[in-house]
């Protein structure tokens, strides 16, 4: 006879071999229904999915919109390195959660933006600048949907 035993977080089962020379009655989907599928942080179209639950609801809370904007920013960067286009949009969104302590608590070995310039170097010897301009010269000649984003 078979039984089940709780142990801790995990459950026992116990077979008698009778039980395991019985034919399974299991019924197995090896097809994918799409209702299944869930996706990711990056969704199939190279999108960002701000709906996911891996960014902990930060693209809803009060530096949400400065969360996005930041964000968006490192996904679609085809700067060197990737995402140096993007220190005004994380000065942003340090800025604004800096506001709200209790909901973002400060990390424990905090930078400051000036200490955070000399790390990275100095925005001109970054070429950000430039590369600021580049951007939003592109960005008017193109449309901000077509562009073939990198995950």
């Not at 005004?88 to 340090?94: I, K, N, R, S």
Request: hydrophobic share 30%.
């Amino acid at each position: 006879m078979s039984y089940c035993m709780e142990d801790g977080k995990d459950q026992v089962i116990f077979a008698t071999k009778e039980d395991l020379d019985e034919p399974s009655n299991a019924i197995i989907n090896l097809e994918e229904d799409e209702a299944d599928h869930q996706p990711g942080l990056i969704l199939p179209n190279g999108d960002i999915n701000w709906e996911c639950p891996c960014l902990g609801g930060m693209a809803s809370g009060p530096c949400g919109v400065e969360f996005r904007e930041a964000f968006s920013c490192f996904h679609y960067s085809k700067a060197e390195p990737k995402g140096s286009d993007c220190y005004d949009a994380f000065l942003t969104m340090q800025d604004c959660m800096s506001q709200y302590p209790q909901l973002y608590p400060p990390a424990k070995a905090s930078i400051e933006p000036d200490e955070l310039r000399q790390l990275s170097g100095a925005q001109e010897d970054l070429g950000l600048s430039q590369i600021k301009g580049i951007e939003e010269s592109s960005e008017m000649s193109t449309d901000a949907g077509s562009s073939n984003p990198e995950s």
